[in-house]
Structure formats: structure tokens, C-alpha cells
């Protein structure tokens, strides 16, 4: 197995190796189409290194994705209710079952390469390392968050007993480069879980920074923490203040 691999201590490949730079892009409120296509043309450019390394960071308009493990049948919503509210239905090659993005929630996208972090690709390392990034940044903003053992993403203990704040699902292909990733409710409208099964988890309610907080962070806030924990956990160098 290689020496450097994502998990518990995530590195760059080789001892003395530089930090590298992350690209960090804003995309605001973008459509979920429109995201994936822009993360499939990242994705090429940077296997190909004409690219460094990208965090996609945004909100989008109301839409259930259902991943690889499917999720059609865990839609409850009729198609009139869907059609009603605006909701967009897509099947995409995430891992995982159906999920919602909407506004108020942060999307985070990282497109980077895992050969980075050693000649082995370590899919669960990978997933394991983005929890400790959004527990980092949730500490930071304010709550205390776990992982859940047999299920992925961040959760906090509510009233009911544990909650699902932020979701994940990725995707690494053959070449080790991957795409989607994390759904954190910061300001969510959390009525559009109840259309659906989250994830598929029918026994275990999802929350927001909103319910849990007496104010929620900003969007930008948001962003702005995310993606600090998300440079120093796996080992990559911000571009500072003016830098092109």
C-alpha cells in the first residue's frame, strides 16, 4: 500500500513536497446541469494538469439527484407537486441515493487528483477526509458535529437523536480525479427533505445551521470557512488576497 494516502493524516505526495495551490471559484446560484458540465470540463483539465486543482463552491435552485445506488422510488412528491414547486429530478453517477440542493445550501465541489496523495486511490480515505473538513468548519462556526458510524456525511445530535446536516457523495474516476461532493444546510429550506427519503435513511431526521444556531452564518462565511479547512486538512496553499 502507498505510504501517502488520504485519511486520517492526509499529505501531499512526497516528503518535502510543496503545498499546492487550490483554485477556488464562486459560481453563486448555478443550475445543477450547468455545475456538472463545468465539473466534467475541470475534471479533463485538471488530469491533464492544464489546471491547478479546484474547489467549486455554490448554491442551486431546488433539485433531487438521485446517485448510483438510485433513488426514484425514495421521491415521495407527486409529479404535479414537482412540477409545482420547481423542482428539478436528475439521475447523475455520484455515489449514494436521492438527496435535495437548494438555496441556503452550500455545495462544495472539489476537483482534485487522490494520485496526489499516493499511488493507491483510498475512495472511503477520501470521504472520511471531507467529513473532518466539514466537521472542522462547522466547529469553527459554531456547532458540534460527528461522523455516524455505517453512514457518511456530518451529524449532530438533536432532540430526536442524530441529524443529518451535511451530506456527501463523490465520484472518483480512473484516472483518480473527482467530482460532486458535499451538501451543507446553512440556511436550507428543510420542508423539501420531507418530499423525500434523505439518502435513502428513512429513521433519521436532517437539520440546518439555521434550526440549531440563534443565527446562521452567511453564505459567504460559509464558503469562506469551508474552503480554509478544506486547504489546510488535505494540504493545499490558498491563494492569498490579490494574488491572480
Given at each position: 500500500?502507498?505510504?501517502?494516502?488520504?485519511?486520517?493524516?492526509?499529505?501531499?505526495?512526497?516528503?518535502?513536497?510543496?503545498?499546492?495551490?487550490?483554485?477556488?471559484?464562486?459560481?453563486?446560484?448555478?443550475?445543477?446541469?450547468?455545475?456538472?458540465?463545468?465539473?466534467?470540463?475541470?475534471?479533463?483539465?485538471?488530469?491533464?494538469?492544464?489546471?491547478?486543482?479546484?474547489?467549486?463552491?455554490l448554491?442551486?435552485?431546488?433539485?433531487?439527484?438521485?446517485?448510483?445506488?438510485?433513488?426514484?422510488?425514495?421521491?415521495?412528491?407527486?409529479?404535479?407537486?414537482?412540477?409545482?414547486?420547481?423542482?428539478?429530478?436528475?439521475?447523475?453517477?455520484?455515489?449514494?441515493?436521492?438527496?435535495?440542493?437548494?438555496?441556503?445550501?452550500?455545495?462544495a465541489?472539489?476537483?482534485?487528483?487522490?494520485?496526489?496523495?499516493?499511488?493507491?486511490?483510498?475512495?472511503?480515505?477520501?470521504?472520511r477526509?471531507?467529513?473532518?473538513?466539514?466537521?472542522?468548519?462547522l466547529?469553527?462556526?459554531?456547532l458540534?458535529?460527528?461522523?455516524?458510524?455505517?453512514?457518511?456525511g456530518?451529524?449532530?445530535?438533536?432532540?430526536?437523536?442524530?441529524?443529518?446536516?451535511?451530506?456527501?457523495?463523490?465520484?472518483?474516476?480512473?484516472?483518480?480525479i473527482?467530482?460532486?461532493?458535499?451538501?451543507?444546510?446553512v440556511?436550507?429550506?428543510?420542508?423539501?427533505?420531507?418530499?423525500?427519503i434523505?439518502?435513502?435513511?428513512?429513521?433519521?431526521?436532517?437539520?440546518?445551521?439555521?434550526?440549531l444556531?440563534?443565527?446562521?452564518?452567511?453564505?459567504?462565511?460559509?464558503?469562506?470557512?469551508?474552503?480554509?479547512?478544506?486547504a489546510?486538512?488535505?494540504?493545499?496553499?490558498?491563494?492569498?488576497?490579490?494574488?491572480?
Amino acid at each position: 500500500m502507498a505510504t501517502n494516502t488520504i485519511g486520517s493524516n492526509p499529505t501531499r505526495s512526497g516528503a518535502n513536497a510543496p503545498a499546492g495551490s487550490l483554485r477556488v471559484i464562486d459560481l453563486g446560484l448555478t443550475t445543477y446541469s450547468e455545475a456538472w458540465d463545468l465539473q466534467n470540463m475541470i475534471a479533463q483539465e485538471v488530469a491533464s494538469g492544464h489546471v491547478s486543482e479546484t474547489l467549486l463552491l455554490l448554491e442551486h435552485p431546488h433539485t433531487y439527484t438521485c446517485g448510483r445506488r438510485g433513488g426514484r422510488d425514495h421521491i415521495l412528491a407527486t409529479d404535479q407537486q414537482l412540477k409545482d414547486d420547481g423542482i428539478v429530478v436528475l439521475d447523475v453517477d455520484r455515489g449514494g441515493d436521492v438527496t435535495y440542493h437548494g438555496p441556503g445550501q452550500l455545495v462544495a465541489y472539489p476537483i482534485i487528483n487522490l494520485h496526489n496523495y499516493g499511488g493507491v486511490i483510498d475512495y472511503p480515505g477520501y470521504v472520511r477526509t471531507l467529513e473532518r473538513v466539514l466537521i472542522a468548519a462547522l466547529n469553527e462556526m459554531g456547532l458540534h458535529a460527528h461522523t455516524l458510524q455505517d453512514y457518511s456525511g456530518a451529524w449532530v445530535t438533536g432532540l430526536g437523536g442524530d441529524e443529518k446536516i451535511a451530506a456527501i457523495g463523490v465520484r472518483v474516476d480512473g484516472r483518480g480525479i473527482t467530482t460532486h461532493g458535499i451538501a451543507l444546510n446553512v440556511k436550507t429550506d428543510l420542508r423539501f427533505f420531507e418530499y423525500i427519503i434523505p439518502c435513502g435513511i428513512a429513521d433519521k431526521g436532517v437539520t440546518s445551521m439555521a434550526r440549531l444556531l440563534p443565527e446562521a452564518p452567511s453564505m459567504f462565511e460559509a464558503k469562506d470557512t469551508f474552503a480554509r479547512h478544506f486547504a489546510e486538512i488535505f494540504g493545499f496553499r490558498l491563494p492569498e488576497s490579490g494574488d491572480a
